[in-house]
């Protein structure tokens, strides 16, 4: 028998230890921590210092719940971007990247292009040199070689794949003065996109190529095991079709929610515009220098009251009036756009092409059941015909006085019989050309 505690304080000991071990994990998750750098560490961090940290409410936060399951949203805010696409659970600022740690070889896949991605250009050229000297020094060995050789050029395309929102989408720069020299513009150079849209970027990629991906391989799957069961049509056959089916219904269903919250995104200038982070950094500093300028001149010739109402004025009318240049965010969004919309008329054929193969099983199984009735009408018919010949067989067979049964020669059993037989088959005869006629049987 157990004992019970006798003091005070051993009755508080047992009833504090469970409390601190629930109390403990409460909130906190790690969460890897992608820097404007390229570096990734892991940090634990909870929930209230992720709202601290991101200026996101809690309701934001719950979009990135493992856990719970949501659809793919894209959430543009005063200081932080939310992103939930697909594998993609992540936070996106004007310096950092949070994502929700994860072993999946997708996310793992995914920072390593995000840390490519988001490295400054003069840092990735180190790097990849650095790989190029080191491929360089192993030369003599072939399979070393061979090993670098594909690095180096895994590291280039990386490399090229970094800049090519940059080369794609570039903005010549306009003579602003009659000073602005060539040489100017030249020096300036193609215009690099801020953190958050390289980040962000990074993550529609990602998603467009798993989605991408899932699409390539249910095609290899779908339309062989379509053909073959128009050709065999067995349990078998249909179970995998039907298998095949719902995948694509699945898959259809989140291609569609992608779409559509880009589709919002490319309608609402709103909300690119409130994903414009480092831009907001940058621009308060230089309006609130501008605003005391103003203010200076106002309190020259106005009194007090009116500098006040002029102040607030102001700060409301630059703050609410914040309208970047939203043109490269939305050619980058409508370039994924048509590719995701490109993904959802390959399942969208897809879907057609299966509708159609069932259209053609429908028929064949109607013509299948149409011969089975006309059978059914056949035999039946028949039936009907045996049982008149089986009446008047049953009519002979009765124990009645009639000349027929009287002494006589041995032919007359014959011809009533094979008179009984004719009449059957006449009848038969007759009932199935009748039916031809009223085309009630096929050919």
């Known amino acids: 028998m157990v004992s019970k505690p006798n003091t005070e304080e051993e009755m508080a000991k047992f009833a504090i230890v469970p409390a601190q071990t629930r109390r403990k994990g409460i909130g906190i998750r790690a969460w890897l921590v992608v820097l404007e750098s390229g570096q990734s560490h892991l940090e634990e961090l909870g929930k209230h210092s992720v709202m601290r940290r991101t200026g996101l409410p809690a309701r934001d936060l719950?979009?990135?719940?493992?856990?719970?399951?949501y659809p793919s949203t894209i959430l543009?805010?005063?200081?932080?971007?939310?992103?939930?696409?697909?594998?993609?659970?992540?936070?996106?600022t004007a310096k950092e990247v949070l994502m929700v740690n994860s072993n999946n070889p997708l996310i793992v896949q995914f920072v390593e292009d995000l840390q490519h991605r988001v490295m400054p250009k003069p840092a990735m050229e180190s790097h990849d040199k650095e790989i190029e000297d080191a491929?360089?020094?192993?030369?003599?060995?072939?399979?070393?070689?061979?090993f670098n050789g594909s690095v180096t050029n895994s590291r280039k395309r990386s490399s090229q794949r970094v800049n090519v929102s940059s080369e794609v989408l570039n903005v010549d720069v306009k003579e602003d003065s009659p000073k602005t020299s060539e040489d100017e513009r030249v020096a300036a150079g193609p215009k690099v996109f801020p953190?958050?849209?390289?980040?962000?970027e990074a993550c529609l990629e990602s998603?467009?190529?798993?989605?991408?991906?899932?699409?390539q391989t249910l095609e290899q799957e779908a339309y062989p095991a379509l053909d073959e069961l128009t050709s065999n049509i067995s349990t078998l056959n249909l179970e995998r079709v039907r298998q095949i089916k719902s995948r694509l219904v699945a898959i259809s269903g989140r291609v569609q929610k992608v779409r559509d919250e880009l589709e919002h995104l490319l309608d609402d200038d709103n909300d690119m515009a409130e994903m414009f982070l480092t831009e907001k950094l940058v621009r308060p500093s230089l309006d609130q220098s501008s605003i005391k300028e103003e203010l200076c001149n106002d309190e020259l010739e106005e009194d007090d009251e009116r500098t006040e109402e002029s102040?607030?004025?102001?700060?409301?009318?630059?703050?609410?009036?914040?309208?970047?240049?939203?043109?490269?965010?939305?050619?980058?969004?409508?370039?994924?756009?048509?590719?995701?919309?490109?993904?959802?008329?390959?399942?969208?054929?897809?879907?057609?092409?299966?509708?159609?193969?069932?259209d053609f099983i429908n028929i064949m199984l109607d013509d299948k059941q149409n011969q089975l009735l006309q059978m059914g009408v056949m035999l039946s018919t028949a039936n009907m015909i045996i049982n008149a010949g089986i009446v008047v067989v049953g009519l002979f067979g009765m124990n009645i006085t009639i000349s027929l049964f009287d002494g006589g020669p041995s032919t007359k059993f014959l011809e009533t019989t094979l008179g009984t037989l004719g009449s059957c088959v006449a009848l038969y005869l007759?009932?199935?050309?009748?039916?031809k006629k009223k085309k009630l049987l096929g050919s």
């Open 311 to 358: 102040k607030s004025e102001s700060n409301s009318e630059i703050f609410s009036g914040f309208k970047p240049n939203i043109e490269e965010l939305e050619m980058l969004l409508e370039a994924y756009f048509v590719q995701v919309d490109g993904i959802l008329q390959k399942l969208s054929d897809m879907s057609e092409y299966v509708g159609d193969t069932e």
């Open 195 to 200: 953190f958050e849209f390289r980040a962000l």
């Open 135 to 146: 491929a360089d020094a192993n030369w003599g060995s072939p399979s070393v070689h061979g």
């Open 430 to 435: 007759i009932a199935f050309v009748w039916g």
């Open 76 to 92: 543009g805010r005063e200081r932080a971007i939310v992103i939930n696409l697909e594998h993609i659970k992540a936070i996106i």
């Open 62 to 69: 719950r979009v990135l719940d493992p856990v719970l399951s």
């Open 207 to 215: 998603a467009c190529r798993c989605l991408e991906s899932e699409t």
